[in-house]
Nanobody
């Protein structure tokens, strides 16, 4: 599956953005999907994940209560709603997918989308 991420931009601290990840195949509806981010000089980290089937979610502690990962329709885009953004959220955000429920690794990756939060 090919993934297309979009929705990044420049926002002031306290603002909101919604990222979108679209999969190229109809079977995207059966993929677990995650959002990662990588800031300059830092390692890539898992931000949020949405499992297929039961739609269980998981979040990094740093974004709990501020970010929400969800899908509005089966097979539709996977969104990352980011509220109360902070300058430390600035990073390139990537969506990734796996055919496996609760995977340890994600073999499919989209291009990144830049999120910049100004103070």
């Amino acid at each position: 599956v090919q993934l297309q991420a979009s929705g990044g931009g420049l926002v002031q601290a306290g603002g909101s953005l919604r990222l979108s990840c679209v999969g190229s195949l109809p079977t995207f509806r059966t993929y677990s999907t995650a959002w990662f981010r990588q800031a300059p000089g830092k390692e890539r980290e898992l931000v949020a994940a949405l499992m297929w089937g039961d739609r269980r979610t998981q979040y990094a502690d740093s974004v709990k209560g501020r970010f929400t990962v969800y899908r509005e329709t089966t097979g539709g885009p996977v969104y990352l709603q980011m509220n109360n953004l902070k300058p430390e959220d600035t990073a390139v955000y990537y969506c990734a997918a796996s055919e496996i429920y609760s995977p340890k690794n994600y073999p499919y990756w989209g291009q990144g989308t830049q999120v910049t939060v100004s103070s």
